[in-house]
């Protein structure tokens, strides 16, 4: 059975950093793209980032370039987000999220339908 379990969230003060973790179970995830994406409260949920499954495409939402990291250990079957310079709008629940689909094998696009399976999400919370 397909799982993905998030960790790492917290709490973590403005300009602070955090890594999270997507472990993958059931699937092997450098067969699969994947999306970081997050749900602030009141909000829609929004891309943040993504790997294809070739993982030579990456991509950034606007907001976070330069200061998120997405990268995969095909080894550990984990995909990290390494999030610095945290400001209090990156205040959300981060989920990650796979999908095999061979479009998505050259790149990826920050659509949450692209991808089918979902983790139970990790919280992050950017406050002093």
């Known amino acids: 059975q397909l799982q993905l379990v998030e960790s790492g969230g917290g709490l973590v003060q403005p300009g602070g950093s955090l890594r999270l973790s997507c472990v993958a179970s059931?699937?092997?995830?450098?067969?699969?793209?994947i999306g970081w994406f997050r749900q602030a409260p009141g909000k829609e949920r929004e891309g943040v980032s993504c790997v294809s499954t070739s993982g030579a495409w990456t991509s950034y939402a606007d907001s976070v370039k330069g200061r998120f990291t997405i990268s995969r250990d095909n080894a550990k079957n984990t995909v990290y987000l390494q999030m610095n310079s945290l400001k209090p709008e990156d205040t959300a629940v981060y989920y990650c999220a796979a999908d095999d689909n061979e479009l998505l094998f050259r790149l990826c696009v920050l659509r949450p339908a692209d991808f089918g399976s979902w983790g139970q999400g990790t919280q992050v919370t950017v406050s002093s």
């Open positions: 059931g699937i092997t995830l450098v067969n699969h793209a």
